[in-house]
Each structure stands twice: as C-alpha cells, then as structure tokens.
C-alpha cells in the first residue's frame, strides 16, 4: 500500500510532539507526587502514564493519516506501552528508562542478524526515501548498527549514572541531535554510493 502524503509540520507534531510534551509534562510536576488509590506516585511515573495514550493517539492518528506505520513506529509503541506499564505497575520509573535501551538493542541485532545473513534490512525499509547501491546500503547498515549499540550504553551509562533530570534532556534533546548527526555524517556516503531512480 502506498502511504499517503502529510503535510510535513503535521507529521513533525505527531512525530515528535508527544516527547516534547513529556518534558514540558516532566519539568512541572517532577517533584511532585501522587497518590492513587493508596499508593504514591512520583511525578515521573504519573507523567510517564500521561505519555503513553498521547504515543498511542499520535501514532494512530499517523496510521489514519498515510494509510502506513513503519516497523519502526510499531515496535517503539509497543516497548512504550510495555516498560511504561511496568513502570506504573510496580511504580518504578526504571523500567522506562529501559525502553530505549531495548529499541537499539532490538534495531541493532536485527540490522545485524542482516548482515550476517549477507542482506541490508534497512534497505528494505528505506529504499524509496533514499536510493543506494548495494554497497552503500551494506555499509550504511554497519555503521547504524554499531551507532544503535553506541546509543544503547549512552542510555544504560546515563540513567544508571546520572540524575532523571540529566536523562530526559538525553532523550528528548540528546537521543534525536545524535541521530540527526548521524545521518549527516554520513553525507561523503550517500554522495558516493547515490543512485540516480531516474537514470534507471
């Protein structure tokens, strides 16, 4: 099925509206707390639990929308909804810290599983958006594997190590400027191995 165009602000408040509202959420009511039936919550997890029907409604709103989620999409939501739930479930924000740990870890030994097997499973995903050769694509994949697993300890050192204030800046400001530098890093790469869709 062919997705469907969106108006590109659209698809950016949907994309990453839902973790800046997580924290503008986080830095009103962090130190507050919450008690719900019987219980305290701290402002993390009740905010925690604020962001996953807002990732939810974003993410379906996307799929209404183009008509297409990717594999990508679908999995972040499902992690969300899972260690956010045990986060609030057993009312321990660690669990969600985890979360992003997990996705690199899943993308980059997917990516690698790929590699092993001779074949680039970003390319099957990103094709159209950007057209490589062969080579290209193989290389590419290596360096976002090895990048996902990079990210992966960021985020295990960072939340382990340093406050829960110092992990939301991470992964509301440092998790996309490090994905975004990526992919500009790699600009001599898609010079070189660049197709012309055209030409073919």
Do not use: C
Not at 69 to 83: A, D, N, P, R, W
């Amino acid at each position: 099925m062919t997705e469907k165009q969106v108006n590109p602000a659209l698809r950016g408040a949907l994309e990453y509206g839902p973790i800046i509202l997580f924290f503008a959420a986080y830095t009103f009511l962090k130190d507050q707390t919450f008690m719900v039936a019987g219980t305290e919550y701290s402002g993390f997890v009740a905010v925690t639990a604020m962001f996953i029907p807002v990732l939810v409604a974003a993410t379906l709103a996307m799929w209404k929308l183009t008509g297409h989620l990717s594999k990508m999409q679908i999995v972040t939501l499902v992690l969300v909804i899972g260690f956010g739930g045990l986060s609030i479930w057993f009312n321990d924000e660690r669990f969600f810290k985890m979360k992003p740990t997990m996705i690199y870890l899943l993308f980059a030994g997917l990516l690698g599983f790929g590699l092993l097997r001779g074949e680039s499973y970003l390319e099957a995903v990103m094709d159209k958006a950007l057209p490589l050769e062969r080579q290209g694509w193989m290389l590419l994949t290596k360096r976002l594997a090895v990048f996902f697993l990079l990210l992966a300890v960021a985020n295990e050192a960072i939340w382990r190590m340093m406050s829960t204030d110092a992990w939301v800046n991470f992964k509301t400001f440092g998790l996309p400027a490090a994905t975004f530098g990526f992919f500009m890093s790699q600009a001599g790469l898609f010079k070189r191995f660049g197709t012309d869709e055209e030409a073919s």
